[in-house]
């Protein structure tokens, strides 16, 4: 049977392995993150991600120009009612 006190030094025993556990893998994956292959895949990342900013940019633009043409085309359409009413007031 296990004690109370065999429990407690188990349970910090096992924090202790946990802590150097984290320790270890942070270490490790701080180099593997600072060594150059993965520089050099974080530069691709940002270029990728760079023309796909680019491309958005070029839709939401050509979204931009359409919209302000069905505007001004909208605009022109219900200028031409107002007179055509304003038209048929006089005519009365």
Known sequence: ???EQEMIIMKNWHHCVWFLG???FGTAGV???SSKDAKNCYTHTTAAVLR???C???TA???QENCDDILAEAKEINAERKAK???AV???
């Open 56 to 58: 958005v940019m070029d």
């Open 61 to 63: 633009n050509k979204v």
């Open 31 to 33: 180099k593997v993150l």
């Open 22 to 24: 984290g320790v270890l």
């Open 90 to 92: 006089v005519g009365e």
């Open 85 to 87: 009413e304003d038209e």
């Open 1 to 3: 049977m296990i004690t």
């Open 52 to 54: 796909a900013k680019d």
